[in-house]
């Protein structure tokens, strides 16, 4: 891989960059790392422009840029990469490199979203379900979690069991939210670990009322003193 990196093949040399930010066979240094996304990038290899561009986002490798991050960003969103069409939207959400513009980030996010991106899948839903840039349409927020959630996206099975248990642009069904929100909740996701416990809070009480109600209710059998 190295000869054919250094013969010049891109995606040689972005393959030897992976191997280097990650210790894949060689000592990890993400220096080397970006010397040879660069090269890849700089002869137009879409997923090396991406990694050279988190890197600069992070500062892995190379100080911390957020206009070279978006410039290497866009180089790859342009040529349909998603995970910078993800994170050059999450540049124009944030303000980060470009102006803030929620309208390029949603632009962004949809692009990586029907290329089947799960975390830029929930970002849409969450722009929908807020209304925010688009039209609110609790239908459409549902779409787009359930595609994330399907993908194991943490986040997005959470806001799917809150609509379950709203009844937002879904049928209220409780079972539903509650299998999202253990599923999220054994990713580490805090809301949903959050709305369990006061599923679980809220059927202890309602056990407890239910034990005192038939106490009350049952016949007296004892007998009467004389």
């Not at 990890?28 to 700089?42: I, L, M, P, S």
């Not at 069904?173 to 909740?185: H, M």
């Not at 109600?213 to 003193?225: I, Q, Y």
Request: charged share 20%; proline share 5%.
């Amino acid at each position: 891989m190295r000869q054919a990196a250094t013969e010049g093949d891109p995606q040689a040399q972005c393959y030897l960059g992976v191997c280097y930010q990650t210790g894949q066979g060689v000592a990890q240094d993400n220096q080397e790392a970006v010397k040879w996304f660069r090269r890849a990038a700089e002869q137009g290899d879409p997923v090396a422009q991406c990694y050279l561009g988190v890197c600069y986002l992070h500062g892995s490798g190379v100080p911390q840029e957020f206009g070279e991050a978006a410039k290497w960003l866009r180089e790859a969103a342009e040529q349909s990469d998603p995970a910078a069409q993800f994170n050059l939207g999450v540049l124009y959400e944030t303000g980060q490199g470009v102006p803030q513009n929620y309208v390029e980030a949603v632009k962004w996010y949809r692009e990586a979203a029907e290329r089947g991106y799960p975390a830029a899948q929930f970002n849409l839903g969450v722009f929908y379900e807020t209304g925010q840039v688009v039209p609110q349409n609790f239908t459409e927020a549902v779409k787009w979690y359930r595609a994330a959630a399907d993908q194991e996206c943490a986040p997005a099975q959470c806001n799917l069991g809150l609509c379950y248990q709203t009844g937002r642009g879904v049928e209220p069904n409780q079972q539903e939210a509650l299998k999202w929100f253990i599923r999220a909740a054994r990713q580490g996701d805090k809301t949903a670990q959050h709305n369990l416990g006061l599923h679980y809070a809220d059927m202890e009480v309602k056990e407890a009322e239910a034990a005192e109600a038939a106490a009350k209710a049952s016949p007296d059998n004892t007998t009467p003193a004389n």
